[in-house]
């Protein structure tokens, strides 16, 4: 593995949707425990109801309510908001699954190609693609040199935080690709193509649209793949994802849209695999790891709550179809990442959808970042074990 010659700190929790806050919870954005006794218990009493997938829409209204009134200074009020809130938790019905729609179709436009330092053999260009009737941008990497007629087997990569494609990530992609495979990596709608401000036919691209950490970026995903799918070098209609972070929440969300055609999938601290749970955990002040949550709740109760449910893959599990492998870092044990992946695995086993959990010693959230450190090379290893057996690439190449 070669080291990389700059690292940039990748943090899932930097995904911004917006910057606004719903009136009511400004000092939440600050706070780190609960002052009031009533709101504390209605905050613990919606918490299993809400991480089950019911619909707590009226109790919720009631902590929202209690909330606006407490930071007009109308205490009394609040209190008996929360306690109404109370109430309103018995004989709660399920909310629905989400109905996804079809893959979105779209062209890949090359846009400009550019170098993988110490990877000569590697071709990499810039794509452009419509969706949604938006411009989105991302990379498309591919050998060099390749066999006539030959279908490669496509590697969907997921970048973390929300900030571009990692430009010196490129090399350890490159890596994959010299092994036998074509990758592709959208940077995501609302996002700059990439973490450093490389101009692309002389202008700094960025993708159009918002930020949503909802269908938005699934469906970016989910179109690149279309088309990526019509190159004729392509393995059409199969593909592995491989995602980090905020990526690996969108990418796992991809798998699961994509059902059969998903043949494998790598997660790396996948954020917001229950956000349900990450949702609550700014209810009850705990650490803040949804810094858009604020911005997320100006939506009607009814919205949000639908909107967990699009961007829970613990609630859509049942549709993941392709082998699984996690890796999580073991320095943050007990926080809600940890806690979101014991989620998703109990639910994947109600299911009997066989999987694999790595928890990485001393591994940070970041930490396949780090290309040359214990923690990321003891994961890469099982990676591209893992990826030779449910995704091998057309022509296995010892690692360097």
Known sequence: MRRLKYIFIVIAVAAFAGDTVRPGLEETEYEYRIKNAVEEKLVNAIKQPLLDGLNVKDALQDWFDGRLLDSQDKKAEAVKKWQEGLTKLNNLEPLPIPKWKPIPDAELKKLQKFKVNSHPDVTMFVVQWEVDKLTQYGILMYPKTMEDGAEYPLILYCHGAAFGVPVTFCEWLAEIVERGYVIIGPAMR?????????????EVRKCEGDIENLDGEVNDCLSMLAGAWKLPFVKKNEFAMIGHSFGSGVGLLAAARANKQCKAVVSYD??????????WDRMARRANNWLSWADFCNHPVEEQLAGLMTRSIVHNAQKLKAPLLFFIGGAYQGSVFHESHDDLHKRLKEYNIPYTYE??????HNFVLYENSAPALHALKIQTEFLNKHYPPLNTKEDK
């Open 270 to 279: 996948a954020w917001l695999v229950n956000p349900q749970r990450f949702y």
């Open 190 to 202: 609302g996002e700059p193509l990439f973490q450093l401000d490389i101009p692309v036919k002389g």
């Open 359 to 364: 928890i990485v010693p001393d591994g940070g």
